[in-house]
């Protein structure tokens, strides 16, 4: 997609930390939440990520400056138009470097890939830099201290058996966070939200 939203980098403003994903419903959030419920009160030093925070990241882009965002804005809303909704369900659970524990994504994943390929494509089309990293769809839960080595395997352990309803994808979200800025509770915030296959934007 040949979108012009190239970026004048001269005396780059205040910057933003900024990701695009999908969000599972409320139903399919209290299903999982239902089933990890247990281990909030038997696993209380894991920094767990607020529910309604949960999302499945389609493309990282890190800290950009201020005025980018507002450029990224025609493009995504397009793209999201065009795109049809993946059904999908929360499925299993995992983790990484035994400090991160996730669960897993099953449904239509091709759709999925498809959809994260092309929003990679239209955002590199506006001058971002994207690291090529394989997507790797799941949907963070907590993160443990380090010399923690058991508690990411523990929740994911509660998770082996999990297999949530299936839902469709409603929206491609664009959203800021706070992450890395200080022991703060990782906090996110949508800058804008689209349909997927829809006309009406929904800004945060």
Request: glycine share 10%; aromatic share 6%.
């Amino acid at each position: 997609m040949g979108y012009e939203c190239r970026v004048n980098e001269q005396n780059p403003p205040a910057t933003v930390r900024v990701f695009i994903a999908l969000a599972p419903p409320d139903p399919a959030k209290e299903e999982l939440a239902q089933e990890l419920r247990p281990l909030y009160g038997t696993h209380p030093h894991v920094r767990w990520n607020r529910v309604e925070d949960w999302h499945i990241t389609l493309a990282f882009l890190g800290e950009l400056p201020a005025r980018t965002v507002p450029l990224l804005r025609p493009p995504l809303a397009d793209l999201a138009a065009a795109h049809r909704s993946p059904r999908l369900s929360l499925h299993g659970g995992g983790t990484f470097d035994e400090r991160v524990a996730w669960s897993g994504i099953a449904g239509d994943l091709d759709a999925l890939h498809l959809l994260a390929a092309d929003v990679r494509s239209v955002v590199k089309g506006c001058g971002v830099t994207l690291e090529d990293r394989p997507l790797r769809p799941h949907l963070t839960l907590a993160r443990v201290r380090r010399g923690d080595h058991t508690s990411a395997a523990e929740i994911a352990a509660r998770l082996d058996g999990f297999r949530g309803h299936a839902w469709h994808a409603e929206r491609l979200h664009l959203v800021g966070s706070n992450a890395g800025r200080g022991q703060e509770q990782i906090r996110y915030r949508d800058i804008e939200a689209w349909p997927l296959g829809g006309t009406r934007s929904v800004e945060g």
